[in-house]
């Protein structure tokens, strides 16, 4: 389902304009696609960041016109350090059209100890019906052993998607995790292996010189 969010046209540009948008709590962002021109707009900042917690929202872009246009993110800008929303690329979508989007990998259920379930692949690329983008792909590893193996072509996806990774593709894998030896002391060995012999022998010589 997607988000309805009212937008407003971007008339300023460039840094000192980008500044002030955010200044105002406020997101700069570009819808494009099908062949039209880019259509540069200003979201509501704490909105859009609720709905920017799935990577691949869709959203109902309300211009102050009264027209609307569907909207799904395909970039997300933030800031290195707060991690505020600085941009967003959005590209026009329209009803029973698919896309093609890279959905993030999520692991349920626990392993059966010692093993542990490792993430091979973060996200799978599927093509899907535009209004069905799902958030995340499960991948469950419940109660399974070391040796354990999901190839992408193994992943449920959703009715109707269809999988564009590579099928050959390891996603998940259970496995014990090695445990390293600690490395000898070989300084300390070296040291004792190196002492000359008959060192004793000398100082206890010098010892009854002096006396």
Do not use: C, W
Not at 86 to 114: A, F, N, Y
Not at 171 to 183: A, H, L, M, N, T
């Amino acid at each position: 389902m997607a988000e309805k969010l009212n937008v407003e046209l971007r008339e300023n540009f460039g840094k000192g304009a980008a500044r002030r948008i955010r200044a105002e709590h406020k997101v700069p962002a570009v819808l494009y696609g099908h062949g039209t021109d880019p259509v540069h707009l200003v979201l509501p900042g704490h909105e859009t960041a609720l709905a920017a917690r799935n990577p691949n929202a869709l959203l109902e872009l309300v211009l102050p016109d009264g027209t609307s246009h569907m909207g799904l993110m395909k970039d997300i800008q933030r800031h290195p350090l707060k991690r505020t929303l600085t941009h967003l690329d959005l590209i026009i979508v329209r009803r029973g059209e698919k896309v093609e989007v890279d959905i993030p990998v999520t692991i349920t259920g626990e392993p059966v100890s010692p093993a542990i379930a490792v993430v091979e692949e973060q996200t799978l690329t599927i093509s899907v019906d535009a209004l069905k983008v799902p958030e995340s792909i499960e991948i469950t590893v419940e109660e399974k052993e070391d040796g354990y193996q999901v190839f992408a072509g193994d992943v449920i996806l959703p009715e109707g998607a269809e999988l564009v990774s590579d099928a050959e593709l390891l996603v998940v894998g259970v496995q014990i995790p090695k445990v390293e030896e600690e490395p000898e002391d070989e300084e300390t060995e070296g040291a004792e292996d190196d002492a000359p012999e008959g060192a004793e022998g000398e100082s206890s010589e010098e010892s009854s010189e002096q006396e």
